[in-house]
């Protein structure tokens, strides 16, 4: 709709009794526009009509307030960018530090459990990881009670895993207790694993080969030298049994070469072994003084370690009914 301002000359209102006609205003202005209502009575203005401002003064425009405004809203997002970019690095600082503390150990977890599905299969692989980490954790756990700081966790391929002690214990029956207590926790879960094969037909024949690899691999743990958990143990008994367990070491490792049967992995326990059999064995009234160990606390470690092989052993023996046969 079009619309003309009227002739104003003829009035008698004070704004409106000059001779002259009104500078023209641009009624496109969008501040003079005026939203559509209902208007009675004899009023001019029409429905959604542009009406002028009856005083032009009243429209000034504050420049410097628009300034001030956009400045302190400027503030205000620049608060709340910092806000967020602080948050963000919090954030980013406390997944570093997760990483640093487990990430290694879930990186050659996840290794370990795609080395071990291309030999046994996915469902083995990650019962097999599963109960490494048990083990370990019952160092972990042992270590915490103790006061002694935990370094982390690594899980090798084809070894098995390890998890690490920032300091060294304050005597032998410490590191004794932290020793038997992976084995401890490890026949727990591979006896769980037994239960569960006992209790599921369908799934019996995996349920059982995880609890027989437990098993072994907790009795295995238990050869009496460092670096293997019986080390730890049975040092704290008469150190004088490292002897017996390294000359068992290299017994098996001939008769394998003997046979034709000769493993590297076992080698390696070898190395390890001779590494830490001749860093402990030095007489030194320190050395003396950390594996200083009550009688009645030798004879408990001395019952736990052989009851626990023994437990073991008969896990072992109950397991193999239920494993499938070899095709």
């Given at each position: 709709?079009?619309?003309?301002?009227?002739?104003?000359?003829?009035?008698?209102f004070?704004?409106?009794?000059?001779?002259?006609?009104?500078?023209?205003?641009?009624?496109?202005?969008?501040?003079?526009?005026?939203?559509?209502?209902?208007?009675?009575?004899?009023a001019?203005?029409?429905?959604?009509?542009?009406?002028?401002?009856?005083?032009?003064?009243?429209?000034?425009?504050?420049?410097?307030?628009?300034?001030?405004?956009?400045?302190?809203r400027?503030?205000?997002?620049?608060?709340?960018?910092?806000?967020v970019?602080?948050?963000?690095?919090?954030?980013?600082?406390?997944?570093?530090?997760?990483?640093?503390?487990?990430?290694?150990?879930?990186?050659t977890?996840?290794?370990?459990?795609?080395?071990?599905?291309?030999?046994?299969?996915?469902?083995?692989?990650?019962?097999?990881?599963?109960?490494?980490?048990?083990?370990?954790?019952g160092?972990?756990?042992?270590?915490?009670?103790?006061?002694?700081?935990?370094?982390?966790?690594?899980?090798?391929?084809?070894?098995?895993?390890?998890?690490?002690?920032?300091?060294?214990?304050?005597?032998?029956?410490?590191?004794?207790?932290?020793?038997?207590?992976?084995?401890?926790?490890?026949?727990?879960?591979?006896?769980?694993?037994?239960?569960?094969?006992?209790?599921?037909?369908?799934?019996?024949?995996?349920?059982?080969?995880?609890?027989?690899?437990?098993?072994?691999?907790?009795?295995?743990?238990?050869?009496?030298?460092?670096?293997?958990?019986?080390?730890?143990?049975?040092?704290?008994?008469?150190?004088?049994?490292?002897i017996?367990?390294?000359?068992?070491?290299?017994?098996?490792?001939?008769?394998?070469?003997?046979?034709?049967?000769?493993?590297?992995?076992?080698?390696?326990?070898i190395?390890?072994?001779?590494?830490?059999?001749?860093?402990?064995s030095?007489?030194?009234?320190?050395?003396?003084?950390?594996?200083?160990?009550?009688?009645?606390?030798?004879?408990?470690?001395?019952?736990?370690?052989?009851?626990?092989?023994a437990?073991?052993?008969?896990?072992?023996s109950?397991t193999?009914?239920?494993?499938?046969?070899?095709?």
């Open positions: 709709m079009s619309w003309k301002p009227e002739d104003h000359s003829g009035y008698s004070s704004e409106y009794n000059r001779q002259t006609r009104p500078e023209p205003v641009g009624y496109t202005d969008p501040r003079f526009y005026q939203p559509r209502s209902e208007v009675g009575g004899n001019t203005a029409q429905v959604g009509e542009y009406r002028g401002p009856s005083s032009l003064e009243n429209y000034t425009v504050d420049a410097g307030a628009e300034q001030r405004e956009a400045a302190q400027g503030s205000v997002d620049g608060k709340k960018q910092r806000r970019s602080l948050a963000n690095l919090g954030s980013l600082g406390a997944i570093i530090a997760l990483m640093a503390k487990f990430g290694l150990a879930s990186i977890a996840l290794i370990s459990v795609a080395i071990y599905a291309q030999i046994f299969g996915w469902v083995f692989a990650i019962g097999l990881v599963a109960l490494l980490f048990v083990h370990e954790m160092h972990a756990v042992v270590m915490k009670l103790k006061g002694i700081p935990v370094g982390g966790m690594i899980f090798i391929p084809l070894l098995g895993a390890a998890v690490f002690m920032n300091r060294m214990p304050r005597n032998a029956k410490d590191e004794a207790e932290v020793g038997i207590a992976g084995p401890v926790a490890g026949a727990l879960a591979s006896s769980v694993c037994l239960v569960l094969s006992l209790t599921n037909p369908e799934s019996s024949a995996i349920w059982a080969s995880l609890a027989y690899f437990g098993f072994f691999m907790n009795l295995f743990n238990l050869i009496p030298i460092l670096p293997f958990d019986g080390g730890r143990v049975l040092a704290a008994i008469d150190r004088r049994i490292w017996i367990g390294f000359i068992g070491l290299v017994a098996v490792q001939i008769w394998e070469w003997i046979s034709g049967t000769g493993s590297i992995w076992l080698l390696i326990f190395v390890m072994a001779a590494t830490q059999f001749f860093t402990r030095p007489n030194t009234p320190e050395t003396q003084a950390y594996y200083t160990v009550p009688l009645n606390e030798r004879v408990v470690l001395g019952l736990a370690y052989f009851g626990l092989a437990i073991l052993v008969l896990g072992m109950m193999t009914g239920f494993m499938p046969l070899p095709r």
